[in-house]
């Protein structure tokens, strides 16, 4: 680090774990760019006000935001993009100049791995399992690039689902079903299969599959969000019924590379970047 060192950082409750400073400064020290990315745990939601204010002081060059303040952080933002406002939720802050800007790059980077798959996913019905922050972004990149018939929402709490909906600002016309996880034999139907839980994460001691591996077949894509472990129960039941599947660091890496071209105006090296964040979580 120099004097001229711009700082990035990562704003959560308790993220020491994360992987993002590993893959934001593998990223600058490969392209050479002068910016060091940390972490910073904020205790309490009634501290991001000031911990805004201090970034502007301090000239902190930009954020991303996790779990639990991407809802929390947007009435302090000086402006907020298309996206980010489509689902009131935000996982990157730039701050140009002293205006803090909030971005949802969760949508775009939920979205990169499915666009292969773009021509055969339109007009079908969609599932996602949960509908925390991260189903949002995955119902809101459904809608905007695939235009789905149906998207079922599998939840153990549909009224609190529904709440969750009303207040983020989606689109009411959207085709959003909620249904009760005791309801699943409808996921034979559907294309796209979304696990937007934890469920699967390593030591969480929970059931280990979202759903009933019967209802798995060779004709759906299943998205595992959680990444570590990389082969997720889900995803190993999923190539084991033949189906196709994609996991949760694709989305890691997407949107960070799309939080990365916010911040430096440039391409992120992805596959070197990938690299070292298999070679992290293998370890
Ligand atoms: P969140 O806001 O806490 O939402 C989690 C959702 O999962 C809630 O609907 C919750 O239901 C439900 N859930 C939790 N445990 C469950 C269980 N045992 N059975 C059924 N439902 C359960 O979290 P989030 O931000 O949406 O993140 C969800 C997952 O996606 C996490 O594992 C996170 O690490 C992962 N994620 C990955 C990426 C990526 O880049 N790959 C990005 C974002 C998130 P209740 O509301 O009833 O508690």
């Excluded at 993220?15 to 020290?29: E, G, K």
């Excluded at 935001?65 to 009435?75: A, D, E, F, G």
């Excluded at 809608?143 to 009224?159: G, Q």
Aim: hydrophobic share 45%; proline share 6%; glycine share 8%.
């Amino acid at each position: 680090m120099t004097k001229s060192t711009k700082i990035l950082g990562l704003i959560g409750r308790a993220v020491d774990y994360s992987y993002s400073p590993l893959i934001h400064n593998t990223a600058c020290r490969l392209l050479g760019l002068s910016y060091h990315y940390t972490v910073f745990n904020i205790a309490d939601p009634s501290m991001i006000p000031d911990a805004l204010r201090g970034a502007k002081a301090l000239g902190i060059a930009g954020f991303n935001v996790t779990i639990p303040y991407k809802k929390s952080v947007v009435p302090f933002l000086d402006a907020l993009s298309a996206e980010a406002a489509s689902i009131q939720a935000v996982n990157t802050i730039v701050n140009e100049g002293g205006k803090l800007t909030g971005h949802n790059t969760d949508i775009a980077g939920f979205a990169a791995p499915l666009l292969p798959y773009r021509e055969s996913i339109r007009g079908k019905t969609l599932s996602i399992f949960g509908a925390g922050g991260a189903a949002l972004a995955a119902i809101e990149a459904f809608i905007r690039f695939f235009a789905p018939k149906e998207i079922l929402l599998f939840v153990r709490n549909p009224e609190k689902a529904s709440l969750l909906l009303e207040e983020s600002g989606h689109d009411k016309s959207a085709p959003v079903r909620i249904l009760c996880s005791d309801n699943p034999e409808i996921i034979r139907e559907c294309r796209v299969i979304v696990n937007a839980t934890p469920i699967g994460t390593r030591g969480n001691n929970d059931s280990p599959l979202p759903l009933d591996r019967e209802l798995l077949h060779p004709g759906q894509i299943v998205y595992d969000m959680v990444y570590n472990p990389l082969d997720t129960p889900l995803l190993l039941a999923a190539k084991q019924a033949g189906a196709a599947t994609i996991s949760g660091i694709e989305m890691l890496i997407g949107q960070a590379e799309h939080s990365f071209m916010l911040w430096t105006g440039m391409q992120m090296p992805v596959k070197a970047v990938k690299e070292s964040l298999l070679q992290e979580i293998q370890q």
